[in-house]
Nanobody, 122 residues
Framework: QVQLVESGGGLVQAGGSLRLSCAAS????????MGWFRQAPGKEREFVAA????????NYADSVKGRFTISRDNAKNTVYLQMNNLTPEDTAVYYC???????????????WGQGTQVTVST
């Protein structure tokens, strides 16, 4: 089993920045590929970014390219999502996710965190 715990959400003004963290643990964790998703009110959950521990490869949704950066701290088994130049359209609950398979982590990952709220005001 893999446990994922997000933190770092909050309220920020448009144009501001936030950094989300996702601490991963669990006996079967083995540094699976990690991803971030978000779900805005009334909308479906959507993929945001993904990272592969072993190679550092990353993948981003077009809507966040150039503004968001996913990174990792191997020593802490933690993945981060640095979010810059935020807009009200980025308001959502952000979820950390993980899956043993890279091809699946951006589509239908197996493990999920509880989510953290990000609200961007005008």
């Amino acid at each position: 089993q893999v446990q994922l715990v997000e933190s770092g959400g909050g309220l920020v003004q448009a144009g501001g920045s936030l950094r989300l963290s996702c601490a991963a643990s669990g006996r079967t964790f083995s540094r699976y590929p990690m991803g971030w998703f978000r779900q805005a009110p009334g909308k479906e959950r959507e993929f945001v970014a993904a990272l592969r521990w072993s190679t550092g490869n990353t993948n981003y949704a077009d809507s966040v390219k150039g503004r968001f950066t996913i990174s990792r701290d191997n020593a802490k088994n933690t993945v981060y999502l640095q979010m810059n130049n935020l807009t009200p359209e980025d308001t959502a609950v952000y979820y950390c996710a993980s899956d043993p398979a890279w091809y699946r982590v951006a589509k239908n990952p197996t493990y999920w965190g509880q989510g953290t709220q990000v609200t961007v005001s005008t």
